[in-house]
């Protein structure tokens, strides 16, 4: 297991805090309530390592298969329909969504491999990541992939907690499937709009592993 780069920071800080705290609650309140100081210690320890959690990139073996969509995200699938996209395609498009919790890994990884021929960020309302109106309302960022076999749609979409989208592509720029692509930072979701007609490998409510469960088949 590795930690992200966009985690440096915010561990670093979190650390400072975590030590700073606990030497004046064990200068302080320890001779006074050690009982008291133990439990401060055991909460700020239990925050710090979530903080650190948070940022891991765990080992795996990588799912890689071009005629193969897969995962992007960690986490649950929240939604599996068709709808009307109306962002670039403006037709109708099988969404599939997955909720990522504060407790699942947020790096985001390209589903399939292919040039990026569209790259947005919209500004937007932060409600909770599971709220119908999140994919068309929330700060988010798209990004579409074109490949041999088609053209895909995914969406980084801010939850209620996540203040920043990061997104490494560029139109024109050419991506591996199941290199990382970005990542949200404290709860979010990912949506991917594909072809109607394109054969979904996943269920609803079902768990999920960025760059190793396969979505969908061409």
């Known amino acids: 297991m590795t930690i992200h780069r966009e985690g440096y920071k915010t561990i670093a800080i979190t650390a400072l805090l ?3 705290l606990n030497l004046v609650s064990f200068s302080f309140l320890s001779p006074i309530l050690p009982w008291l100081a133990l439990v401060f210690f055991v909460v700020t320890l239990f925050i710090f390592g979530f903080i650190i959690s948070f940022f891991r990139i765990p080992n795996r073996v990588l799912t890689i298969d071009d005629n193969k969509i897969i995962c992007p995200a960690d986490g649950k699938v929240v939604v599996i329909e068709e709808v009307t996209e ?16 504060p407790a699942n890994v947020h790096v985001n990884r390209n589903p399939m491999s292919g040039e990026v021929i569209y790259n947005a960020y919209h500004k937007g309302k932060y409600l909770v990541a599971w ?10 960022w798209s990004v579409v992939t074109r490949n041999n076999h088609g053209e895909i749609l995914y969406k980084q979409i801010a939850g209620a907690l996540a203040k920043r989208i990061c997104n490494y592509t560029s139109v024109g720029q050419m991506v591996n499937q199941c290199d990382e692509y970005g990542f949200i930072k404290f709860g979010s979701r990912v949506d991917i709009l594909l072809p109607v007609g394109t054969k979904i490998e996943v269920s609803l409510n079902q768990a999920v592993k960025g760059g190793v469960t396969v979505l969908a088949s061409w």
């Open 86 to 101: 109306v962002e670039y395609f403006k037709d109708k498009r099988i969404q599939v969504s997955i909720f990522m919790s």
């Open 131 to 140: 709220h119908p109106k999140s994919s068309t309302e929330n700060e988010r």
């Open 18 to 20: 975590f030590g700073l």
